[in-house]
């Protein structure tokens, strides 16, 4: 943190010192509204004209027993002056809830940071639950930290005892007390709150008044608290001129998924079945009906994934989308849109795993999975989508692709880009180009229509049903190459599996060359990909103010790679690329170019931190 002190406002007796950034977490069991609350010190950061990132932190049971470790539930945000690519690497301000709150994010607290907990909460049963001997409010061992400790459920009680609710619901404001407190510790306005107070709450006006009543009694208890010392002031960013939006991956990608269908002039066919962190995409959809939108939920995976080929047949965009365990179901029928040779997308929000795994944490372990998991020879496209903005373009992308050369594509995120959010400068839509799509029009002169006649790219007709002379048949036996009849050649069977690869390797004809940010050639190359690329480019960024020759590329092209790939490894010495898996990227490019990269791996189900990249940086150039 930065001490230098700025004007004092009005009404603040105590500094207020000027910060270029700032990270903050709030913490609490999984039914205190902590998602809630953090969403909204997003958004009024945001007006501040702060750049922003967030990591929302979920319990991965739904009903995780009250006051238990495995029901806490913590949103992070960091807020800054300057672009920020991370949610933070160490906490400026925590505020816990509860012990187990405290328990759980502690250790993610800078040393000397301010440390906001409800005394309350801290009663015998609650401190057995989080698995703490003593109280740790009482044996000194928070000394370390600027210790506030805020009576905040008393208080909360207090502020709202008027408006007549009962003990429980007065007791569910206490989020906006916290909230309150932490406006005023980082100058934050709190009217667009209000507003968003009154209208969530406009059928129960009680309560809207009561959740009011505790925000202004947080920035009173600010106001009066002499554990407080100080407050803090974070200047707005400088940023683009613009409008801006904040927007999550999940949101990013259903807002791309619109525009790519207007852009191409498709009717968008979304087939989901609910499954976390991908159900937002379908519940986002859902509410866009105006826009030709049409959502549907199916009984199970393979029904949705099948029910997209058939609207891709049809002439659709068809999308469907999931985290890794429905992907494997998939799979069946993804091999058949791969023989159908069909575009449509497919979306892998990645998940910790395998099975259920740790289904609200984050990890890329599906790469391997989503480039070979299906049977036989497969092969499909693969994008990944590296921050909640680039989840717009990147599905723009994908479809330009499955539609360019009539193929399912399927694209990657992961979990903390598909929950995390960021600030969306919204584009003119006049300039987004279009994505043009052509169908064949009625045979003429008596020619028979060849299904699997190809141009010069390999790509088969996007034939629709219906269209006089063009009738034809798929299914998922093997097909005869030009006339798409049933085949049981082995020659012909060797051909098609051939042309199939052939033509997905042909997509790098029309991708861009990989982009690098830093010296070529250089000391040390770092692959990135997916949700990693946020703390690789911070972590890239600080080593090259020191003069070190260190340079990032993020791939976003994954299959086929970039055209250029091969020379642009072979002009570093060494080669790192960090991933939340065991290695997947790193054995790709092992085995396709023979460059003995080296790996930086964990699957916590958290993400990287730059430190972490930092360190394993300096560790490859010393």
Known sequence: ?????????????????????????????????????????????????????????????????????????????????????????????????????????????????????????????????????ENPLENGSLDGYQLVRAPITKLTRAAVEETGLGKKLSERCRNFFALGLVYWLYGRDPEPTRRFISNKFKNTPDVAEANQRALEAGWNFGETAESLTGSY???????????????????????????????????????????????DILHELSRHKQFGVRSFQAEDELAAMSSVIGAAFGGAMGVTASAGPGIALKSEAMGLAVMLELPLLVLNIQRAGPSTGMPTKTEQADLLQVMFGRSGEAPMPVLAASTPADCFDTIREAWRIATAFMTPVTVLSDAFIATSAEPWKIPDVESLSTIPVTHPDASSNGASFMPYARDERLVRPWALPGTPGLMHRVGGLEKQDITGNVSYDPENHNHMVRVRARKVENVASVIPPQAVDGPDPGDLLVLSWGGVYGACASAVARVQQSGASVALANVRHLH???????????????????????????????????????????????????????ESIKSLIR
């Open 1 to 133: 943190m930065s001490t230098a002190e700025s004007e004092i406002p009005a009404g603040r007796p105590r500094p207020v010192r000027e910060l270029e950034t700032a990270t903050v977490r709030l913490a609490g069991d999984s039914g205190d509204g902590m998602q809630l609350v953090g969403t909204q010190l997003t958004n009024t950061s945001a007006l501040a004209g702060n750049d922003v990132a967030t990591l929302p932190d979920f319990p991965a049971e739904i009903r995780a027993p009250k006051g238990t470790l495995a029901g806490v539930s913590g949103f992070q945000i960091h807020f800054a002056a300057r672009d920020v690519l991370t949610p933070g690497d160490r906490l400026d301000a925590l505020v816990a809830m509860n012990p187990a709150a405290l328990r759980e994010n502690l250790r993610d607290l800078e040393p000397h940071g301010v440390l906001v907990v409800d005394e309350d909460a801290f009663d015998a049963k609650a401190l057995k639950l989080a698995h703490y001997a």
């Open 560 to 614: 086929p790679m970039p055209s250029n790939m091969a020379a642009l490894l072979s002009h570093y010495r060494r080669v790192l690329i960090p991933e939340l898996n065991s290695g997947q990227l790193r054995m790709l490019i092992r085995s396709k170019f023979l460059i003995d990269a080296v790996g930086l791996n964990k699957t916590t189900g958290r993400p990287f931190s730059a430190v972490e990249i930092e």
């Open 233 to 279: 002031h974070v200047p707005p960013a400088e940023m683009a001129p613009g409008r801006y939006r904040n927007i999550t991956g999940n949101q990013g990608f259903a807002w791309g998924l619109i525009a790519a269908a207007r852009l191409s002039g498709k009717e968008l066919f979304y087939g989901s079945y609910p499954i976390t962190p991908a159900s």
